[in-house]
C-alpha cells in the first residue's frame, strides 16, 4: 500500500502564489508516476500536472502551462506543486494521486491506483 499526505493549501489573492508537497510513504518503490489532480464544487475531478520516474518527463494542462510547476525529491519521496499567478478559477480541492504505471501524455483519475485526502485552495479575485 501506499500512503499520500497532501500540504500547503490555503487562501490567496489572484496574482499570488502557493506551494503544495505530497509525502508519499509505504510501498513508494512501486510509484513510477505522481500526479496532481483538482475538483471544484459541482465539477469533475481534472488533472493538472504529473510527473513520472526514471527520466522525469512532466506534462500540464492547458489550463497551468507556464503557471504550475510539478516536481519531485526522491531523496524524501515527496512531490510538489508550486503554483504561482494564481486565478479563482484555480480554486478547489488538490488531491495527490499515484500510479505504480509510467503514464504518457494526458491522464485521468481512472490511471492512478492511490490517492491522499486532498488540501482546499481558494483564490479571491
Known amino acids: 500500500q501506499v500512503q499520500l499526505v497532501e500540504s500547503g493549501g490555503g487562501s490567496v489573492q489572484a496574482g499570488g502564489s502557493l506551494r503544495l508537497s505530497c509525502a508519499a510513504s509505504?510501498?513508494?518503490?512501486?510509484?513510477?508516476?505522481m500526479g496532481w489532480f483538482r475538483q471544484a464544487p459541482g465539477k469533475e475531478r481534472e488533472g493538472v500536472a504529473r510527473i513520472n520516474n526514471g527520466g522525469g518527463s512532466t506534462y500540464y494542462a492547458d489550463s497551468v502551462k507556464g503557471r504550475f510547476t510539478i516536481s519531485r525529491d526522491n531523496a524524501k519521496n515527496t512531490v510538489y506543486l508550486q503554483m504561482n499567478s494564481l486565478k479563482p478559477e484555480d480554486t478547489g480541492m488538490y488531491y495527490c494521486a499515484a500510479s505504480s504505471a509510467l503514464i504518457v501524455g494526458a491522464a485521468g483519475p481512472a490511471d492512478f491506483g492511490y490517492w491522499g485526502q486532498g488540501t482546499q485552495v481558494t483564490v479571491s479575485s
Open positions: 509505504g510501498y513508494t518503490y512501486s510509484i513510477n508516476c
